[in-house]
């Protein structure tokens, strides 16, 4: 900023919302925590919470109980569901018909411990009518099919946060002296019954609450001799199940799973992969900071802000203003194209292949427009050699993969190699690179390599392409799934063997250029399908890449959508364009180079003017 601008104040934020600074963060990391005390007194709760089975009668005021019921509605929930219900009993009927299922189900599982039967028998299990009260803490679970964010994959999540309620009032119950005894012997249907609950309300615990009538230090299971504290070393594993906390313990105790291998890649593809760094989140954190000081509401550039902190994650800086943009274009054909699954015949891609490095076709047009280095290279194109094309032809196209591998492991290995090269190439040129690609019939490879990828069957992944209707959408489904019958897929292929076998000389390259790109630290601004597909086949395998993607653009081949989803990247763009050559990425450039502008050129909020705000608030 220069020094003759105006300092703006930031504005402080009223209560309720966090107005704490990056760099106070920054500088003090652990300045969230409590007081000395404050911190003892929690650890102390946690500690010395106990379950209590034996009971004084005398009542707990309404105020207490209330504040404890108040402390459970403090805890976390999927979604912010808040699924917990409390249904308070003081009757004594209803406790003592209770406490009459709890004895019932002590002697059904009594039955069930046969040599430490009478060891179970002789501990004391309940309180229910000792206790002047009992809480039924139940979740209501809502309807099966209403969508509770967070709780998609895992339904018992809203299981998971009444839990969280019951641990919340059990710590405040014991900083205020009040016992807390569990209670699980009883079926469901019996409380249900018992306390008129609809049948989407699940008891989840029935509590006895009261001042105890003992003050246990230690668990009374534990006090009987049941069971003991685990040694916590041998619970907690390091980065994979059943790696011990101790390097010299031998493996811990409990491993019931064995470490599953990762898939045999070939030496090659692992040594390309392995020049692959994830990126520096630390970096990405200075890049955010940066960002949050800039004279606008934290956050409010969205995606742009995002992709700043990619930056920071890849190159250790935020975009620059002006980026040097390398496009990537590789050609190749197709074997499956003589099969009538688009529009134009294969003699189509040398032509457009030339056209474009002409710079006559929409990427041609696109690179001259926004400044950007544009290679055209022909990878696996058939026939005559276009002129102006770069010249780094691997074969003459792909085999037809409805009949076999598409790829020989050579011709896999020669395209990956030789899609690095180019990849490093240009990215010593440039601070990003942009990946496209031209082949006619490569939507129906790409469909056929993401059905291998995800299982998912020939009629979700196969779109239009090129425009062709729906008699022609109907033999692309039905080749690819005979590609894929044919080539044992997906059941028989890791993602480089997918490549081999449904994939085709250009997105081969382009795998290698996704590698060569991020081994170069650049990071790669994804166009549409078909490298989309091909970079969830690489990060399948390399994990680390994903740091370097950018979706430029989500297009309108259906399954794209489902591709960007399997990458966790949000596109920059929707126009609706399927026209490949990397000019849906191009057009996203832009918003690259802005989004550096901004964080460079924005003013910064002057913090020291910061308290004379908060006293004009
Ligand atoms: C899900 C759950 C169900 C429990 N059910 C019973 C029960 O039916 N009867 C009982 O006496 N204690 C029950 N308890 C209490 C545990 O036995 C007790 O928490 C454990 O032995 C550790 O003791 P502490 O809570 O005093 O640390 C239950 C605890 C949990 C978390």
């Given at each position: 900023?220069?020094?003759?601008?105006?300092?703006?104040?930031?504005?402080?934020?009223?209560?309720?919302?966090?107005?704490?600074?990056?760099?106070?963060?920054?500088?003090?990391?652990?300045?969230?925590?409590?007081?000395?005390?404050?911190?003892?007194?929690?650890?102390?709760?946690?500690?010395?919470?106990?379950?209590?089975?034996?009971?004084?009668?005398?009542?707990?005021?309404?105020?207490?109980?209330?504040?404890?019921?108040?402390?459970?509605?403090?805890?976390?929930?999927?979604?912010?569901?808040?699924?917990?219900?409390?249904?308070?009993?003081?009757?004594?009927?209803?406790?003592?018909?209770?406490?009459?299922?709890?004895?019932?189900?002590?002697?059904?599982?009594?039955?069930?411990?046969?040599?430490?039967?009478?060891?179970?028998?002789?501990?004391?299990?309940?309180?229910?009518?000792?206790?002047?009260?009992?809480?039924?803490?139940?979740?209501?679970?809502?309807?099966?099919?209403?969508?509770?964010?967070?709780?998609?994959?895992?339904?018992?999540?809203?299981?998971?946060?009444?839990?969280?309620?019951?641990?919340?009032?059990?710590?405040?119950?014991?900083?205020?002296?009040?016992?807390?005894?569990?209670?699980?012997?009883?079926?469901?249907?019996?409380?249900?019954?018992?306390?008129?609950?609809?049948?989407?309300?699940?008891?989840?615990?029935?509590?006895?609450?009261?001042?105890?009538?003992?003050?246990?230090?230690?668990?009374?299971?534990?006090?009987?001799?049941?069971?003991?504290?685990?040694?916590?070393?041998?619970?907690?594993?390091?980065?994979?199940?059943?790696?011990?906390?101790?390097?010299?313990?031998?493996?811990?105790?409990?491993?019931?799973?064995?470490?599953?291998?990762?898939?045999?890649?070939?030496?090659?593809?692992?040594?390309?992969?392995?020049?692959?760094?994830?990126?520096?989140?630390?970096?990405?954190?200075?890049?955010?900071?940066?960002?949050?000081?800039?004279?606008?509401?934290?956050?409010?550039?969205?995606?742009?802000?995002?992709?700043?902190?990619?930056?920071?994650?890849?190159?250790?800086?935020?975009?620059?203003?002006?980026?040097?943009?390398?496009?990537?274009?590789?050609?190749?054909?197709?074997?499956?194209?003589?099969?009538?699954?688009?529009?134009?015949?294969?003699?189509?891609?040398?032509?457009?292949?030339?056209?474009?490095?002409?710079?006559?076709?929409?990427?041609?047009?696109?690179?001259?427009?926004?400044?950007?280095?544009?290679?055209?290279?022909?990878?696996?194109?058939?026939?005559?050699?276009?002129?102006?094309?770069?010249?780094?032809?691997?074969?003459?196209?792909?085999?037809?993969?409805?009949?076999?591998?598409?790829?020989?492991?050579?011709?896999?290995?020669?395209?990956?190699?030789?899609?690095?090269?180019?990849?490093?190439?240009?990215?010593?040129?440039?601070?990003?690179?942009?990946?496209?690609?031209?082949?006619?019939?490569?939507?129906?490879?790409?469909?056929?390599?993401?059905?291998?990828?995800?299982?998912?069957?020939?009629?979700?992944?196969?779109?239009?392409?090129?425009?062709?209707?729906?008699?022609?959408?109907?033999?692309?489904?039905?080749?690819?799934?005979?590609?894929?019958?044919?080539?044992?897929?997906?059941?028989?292929?890791?993602?480089?063997?997918?490549?081999?076998?449904?994939?085709?000389?250009?997105?081969?390259?382009?795998?290698?250029?996704?590698?060569?790109?991020?081994?170069?630290?650049?990071?790669?601004?994804?166009?549409?399908?078909?490298?989309?597909?091909?970079?969830?086949a690489a990060y399948r395998t390399v994990p680390a890449l994903r740091d370097y993607l950018v979706a430029g653009h989500r297009s309108a081949e259906p399954a794209h959508a489902r591709v960007l989803v399997e990458l966790g990247l949000e596109p920059l763009l929707d126009l609706r364009l399927r026209l490949g050559e990397a000019s849906g990425a191009a057009l996203a450039l832009p918003l690259v180079g802005l989004a550096g502008r901004l964080h460079a050129e924005m003013a910064r909020f002057d913090e020291a003017n910061v308290e004379r705000a908060k006293g004009m608030a």
């Amino acid at each position: 900023m220069s020094a003759s601008r105006d300092r703006i104040a930031r504005p402080s934020l009223p209560d309720g919302f966090d107005d704490s600074r990056a760099r106070e963060r920054a500088d003090d990391p652990t300045g969230w925590r409590f007081s000395d005390p404050e911190r003892a007194a929690v650890w102390r709760a946690i500690a010395e919470r106990r379950d209590i089975r034996r009971f004084r009668p005398d009542p707990l005021p309404d105020e207490l109980l209330l504040r404890l019921l108040e402390a459970a509605h403090q805890a976390p929930s999927v979604g912010l569901m808040q699924p917990w219900r409390f249904v308070v009993v003081r009757s004594e009927e209803t406790r003592a018909a209770m406490q009459a299922i709890a004895l019932r189900e002590r002697l059904r599982q009594g039955e069930s411990f046969d040599g430490r039967a009478r060891e179970f028998l002789a501990l004391k299990l309940e309180g229910i009518r000792e206790a002047p009260l009992s809480l039924c803490v139940c979740c209501d679970r809502g309807a099966d099919d209403e969508e509770v964010l967070g709780r998609h994959t895992i339904r018992d999540a809203d299981i998971y946060s009444t839990c969280l309620a019951i641990e919340n009032l059990w710590l405040a119950a014991r900083a205020e002296g009040v016992g807390v005894g569990w209670v699980s012997f009883y079926r469901a249907e019996d409380v249900q019954d018992l306390l008129g609950l609809p049948a989407r309300v699940v008891p989840v615990a029935w509590l006895c609450v009261g001042y105890p009538d003992e003050r246990p230090v230690r668990p009374g299971l534990e006090a009987a001799g049941w069971g003991r504290r685990l040694p916590l070393d041998e619970l907690v594993f390091v980065e994979r199940w059943g790696r011990s906390l101790d390097t010299r313990r031998a493996p811990a105790r409990r491993t019931d799973g064995p470490e599953s291998e990762p898939a045999a890649l070939p030496e090659w593809w692992r040594r390309l992969a392995s020049a692959v760094r994830p990126g520096d989140p630390v970096a990405a954190l200075r890049v955010r900071d940066a960002s949050d000081d800039l004279v606008k509401p934290t956050g409010s550039l969205g995606a742009l802000e995002t992709l700043a902190e990619q930056f920071g994650l890849v190159t250790g800086a935020p975009p620059p203003a002006t980026p040097r943009a390398g496009v990537l274009v590789l050609a190749a054909d197709h074997g499956i194209a003589a099969r009538g699954v688009s529009l134009y015949p294969s003699s189509v891609s040398a032509q457009v292949a030339a056209a474009a490095a002409r710079g006559e076709t929409a990427i041609g047009v696109l690179a001259r427009a926004l400044g950007a280095e544009l290679v055209v290279a022909d990878v696996g194109l058939a026939g005559p050699r276009p002129r102006g094309v770069l010249d780094r032809r691997v074969a003459e196209g792909s085999a037809d993969m409805s009949v076999g591998p598409a790829l020989e492991p050579a011709m896999l290995q020669q395209a990956v190699e030789t899609g690095y090269e180019l990849a490093s190439d240009l990215a010593a040129r440039c601070d990003m690179l942009l990946v496209g690609e031209i082949g006619i019939g490569n939507t129906t490879a790409a469909s056929a390599l993401l059905s291998a990828l995800t299982g998912l069957p020939a009629t979700e992944t196969c779109g239009r392409g090129t425009g062709i209707d729906a008699q022609m959408l109907l033999r692309k489904q039905e080749l690819v799934a005979t590609a894929l019958a044919v080539n044992g897929l997906p059941a028989a292929g890791d993602p480089l063997e997918c490549l081999r076998r449904v994939g085709g000389l250009e997105l081969a390259a382009l795998a290698g250029a996704l590698l060569g790109a991020a081994a170069a630290r650049r990071p790669v601004l994804l166009d549409g399908f078909a490298t989309g597909v091909v970079a969830l086949a690489a990060y399948r395998t390399v994990p680390a890449l994903r740091d370097y993607l950018v979706a430029g653009h989500r297009s309108a081949e259906p399954a794209h959508a489902r591709v960007l989803v399997e990458l966790g990247l949000e596109p920059l763009l929707d126009l609706r364009l399927r026209l490949g050559e990397a000019s849906g990425a191009a057009l996203a450039l832009p918003l690259v180079g802005l989004a550096g502008r901004l964080h460079a050129e924005m003013a910064r909020f002057d913090e020291a003017n910061v308290e004379r705000a908060k006293g004009m608030a």
